[in-house]
């Protein structure tokens, strides 16, 4: 039998873009990632506990959808103890979605206070450490470890004009969160035999012909980010998990046709609509199948969660994580209740 390879490593942030972004930007794309930015802005609130404790400033680069359901969600989670600060080079946001999902997003993101930057691009990111000529002291009169005085650390943002019309700006943030720009994972190979290297295009990807095999490689194929395909138009389709969901199964396919010595399938993408959370019992669902038609708020989070569960690949997976999202729902009502209760209390 011969062997066949599927080049599906996904991609990670492309950090190494302005200066400064690197060292002390954090990307949103992996579990870990998400992690780290969860335990940051735990350390955050922590410190920030106090009503006069200065709010934690959140700058978010990038519009995208990503950018905006991290600032739609954080300012969320954060309430009066935050300024989330949204940066995007476009003049709107999430500018390749449909309407409807923007028009939505863009009225919760300003219920919300949330400040957007939009025409602007970031030319640096600076470190200013709060401990900055003077020596800083634990209570016992010992110099606090490096750590410690990092988390006192803020952070400066250089803001251009991408648009004329528009000033320079200077942000303050306590934690920067990168979400423009991705690179695919695979690696540039430097063999002795240069014949056997695949070419790849400025972005890093495979080109594949529309039966998702790599061009001059038939035995290797490719999907998700590791792939550039074109529709029949030319142009490349997006990286997103909706198109490589869809090749998989078409790569699945023609993997068993290949072995067997059967047609392979050409790959067709259908765009079934777009979704976005904003937040813990909000999201935006705009279905390809129903022109203009916009689904928002706790509907549309119950929707968005009923195309996930739907998409899973078992009825176990869907009985596990549906009892696990109604586990969840039930303890955050009951802590929004005695959030509530608190107010209240206190209040009066």
Known sequence: MTARLVLALGAEA????????????????TLEDARKVNSKLRMLERERFGKDSPPIRVAIVGCGYSGVELAATISERLEHRGIIQAISVETAICPNAPPGNREAAFRVLQSRKTQLFLGYFVSCIK???????SVVMTRIGEEISTDAKNHQNK??????????GLESQIL????V????????????????????IFSLNARGQAETDETLRVRGHPRIFAIGDSAALRDSSGKLLPATAQVAFQQADFAGWNLWAAINDRPLLPFRFQNLGEMMTLGRNDAAISPSFIEGLTLEGPVG???????YLL????????????????????VDSVTSLQSTMTKVISGS
Not at 172 to 175: G, P, S, W, Y
Not at 301 to 307: D, E, F, Q, S, V
């Open 177 to 196: 969160l990168w979400t423009v720009g991705s690179k695919p994972l695979i690696p540039h190979l430097d063999p002795f035999d240069q014949s056997n």
């Open 311 to 330: 998409r899973l690949p078992t009825d176990e997976h869907r009985v596990k994580v549906g009892i696990s999202w109604l586990t969840k729902s039930v």
């Open 155 to 164: 952070f400066i943002l250089e803001l251009q004009p991408a648009q004329r």
């Open 14 to 29: 492309k950090l190494d873009v302005v200066p400064g972004s690197a060292e002390y930007a954090f990307p949103f794309s």
């Open 301 to 307: 989070h119950a929707g968005r969660k009923i195309a």
């Open 127 to 133: 470190e200013v450490s709060a401990s900055e000529n």
């Open 172 to 175: 303050e943030a306590d934690i």
